[in-house]
């Protein structure tokens, strides 16, 4: 890695480097809490809805009990729609409470609630996880994107998993646009989860892309 990458790398996960799950507070690991938490935020991150937003809503459904497939499927419709109105999140909350019952029921019926069991069924392989993950309601390529990006750091079978948002928010700054290359700058499947979150975020605006580079040079 050159000197310049290098200070690239440090600068972004020094500034834009927390995850998303870590941002709606859900301390991501291999065990099925965590895990179906984080496709509770993929699904509500899929929305045409500001990230923010998403996140405050995934931490009022997981404070009001529903971090848990079975305490989503229990929780009623109306529940739902109160929980993602304390986030905010007005505009979507009714088809999306509907969408993470129908989900949490799809979980608990055809994974035993533990998004292990898919994993494994998909024998690891992301293209076939994101097509398992697409069968949840309000999950499509994005929202599998999302879920990938993240997972990667407790599922290394997935790694790496840098999707076109990622790769583009690299190419903007100067950085590999491959997987392959960009993937060995991080030094860990977690670190590699926070450089894929600092990437999407530059993806999105030309002023971070300014900021990190200027940063960068100092």
């Given amino acids: 890695m050159s000197k310049s990458d290098k200070a690239l790398l440090d600068v972004l996960l020094d500034r834009y480097g927390s995850t998303f799950a870590g941002e709606a507070g859900i301390k991501l690991s291999d065990q099925p809490r965590p895990l179906y938490q984080l496709l509770v935020l993929a699904t509500l991150l899929s929305a045409r809805i500001s990230s923010g937003v998403a996140v405050a809503a995934a931490k009022e459904l997981f404070k009001a009990g529903y971090g848990t497939p079975k305490g989503m499927r229990d929780a009623s419709w109306q529940d739902r729609v109160d929980a993602l109105g304390r986030g905010h999140y007005r505009r979507y909350d009714e088809r999306t409470a509907t969408m993470l019952g129908d989900g949490a029921e799809l979980l608990l019926d055809h994974w035993k609630g533990d998004l292990r069991r898919l994993r494994d069924e998909a024998k690891g392989d992301d293209k076939k996880i994101a097509s398992l993950l697409m069968e949840f309601p309000g999950i499509g ?41 960009l993937a060995e700058m991080a030094h860990s499947g977690e670190e590699l989860a926070r450089l894929s979150a600092a990437l999407v975020r530059v993806s999105r605006s030309k002023k971070t892309v300014d900021e990190v580079k200027s940063a960068a040079v100092r």
């Avoid at 999302?146 to 840098?162: D, K, N, S, Y």
């Avoid at 790769?167 to 950085?175: H, I, R, S, V, Y």
């Fill in 141 to 181: 390529p994005t929202g599998a994107d999302i879920f990938l990006r993240e997972v990667q750091a407790v599922w290394p079978q997935v790694a790496p998993h840098l999707d076109k948002r990622v790769l583009d928010g690299a190419g903007k700054l100067g950085l590999p646009r491959q997987a392959r290359p």
